[in-house]
C-alpha cells in the first residue's frame, strides 16, 4: 500500500491545518491508519489513529481535545484536523497503516508508512 501525506505548512500559534493521508494500492491493509510525528532530533511518536470498521479513534494525551482524526473510506483517506496549535506541535507528521489496533502507539507494528509533511508552528 502506498501512502501519500498532504496538508502540511507554516501557521502561528494557535491557528489550525488540516492534514490528509490518501491511500492506494492494497488498501484491505488499512483497516488501522495512525498519525505519528517526529520533532527535529526527538524519536517518532504517536499522535492520533483510527479504526475503519467502528470508527474508534486514539489520541496521545497531548493532542486530545485539540486535534481530531477522522476517515472517508471512500476515497481510502484519513485526516488530522488539528487545532490550537502551539510551538510544540512542531514536527514532520507521519501516517502509517496496519491491519488491527494491538499497541497502536507503537512505530515498530507499522510496515506502511507515508513520506511526511511538515508542520511548522511559530510563536
Known amino acids: 500500500v502506498q501512502l501519500q501525506a498532504s496538508g502540511g505548512g507554516l501557521v502561528q500559534a494557535g491557528g489550525s491545518l488540516r492534514l490528509s493521508c490518501a491511500a492506494s494500492g492494497r488498501t484491505f491493509i488499512t483497516d488501522f491508519m495512525g498519525w505519528f510525528r517526529q520533532a527535529p532530533g526527538k524519536e517518532r511518536w504517536f499522535v492520533a489513529a483510527?479504526?475503519?470498521?467502528?470508527?474508534?479513534?486514539y489520541y496521545a494525551d497531548s493532542v486530545k481535545g485539540r486535534f481530531t482524526i477522522s476517515r472517508d473510506n471512500a476515497k481510502n483517506t484519513i485526516y488530522l484536523q488539528m487545532n490550537n496549535l502551539n510551538p510544540e506541535d512542531t514536527a514532520v507528521y507521519y501516517c502509517a497503516a496496519k491491519n488491527n489496533p494491538f499497541r497502536y502507539y507503537d512505530t515498530r507494528l507499522y510496515r506502511n508508512w507515508g513520506q511526511g509533511t511538515l508542520v511548522t508552528v511559530s510563536s
Open positions: 483510527i479504526e475503519r470498521s467502528n470508527n474508534n479513534t
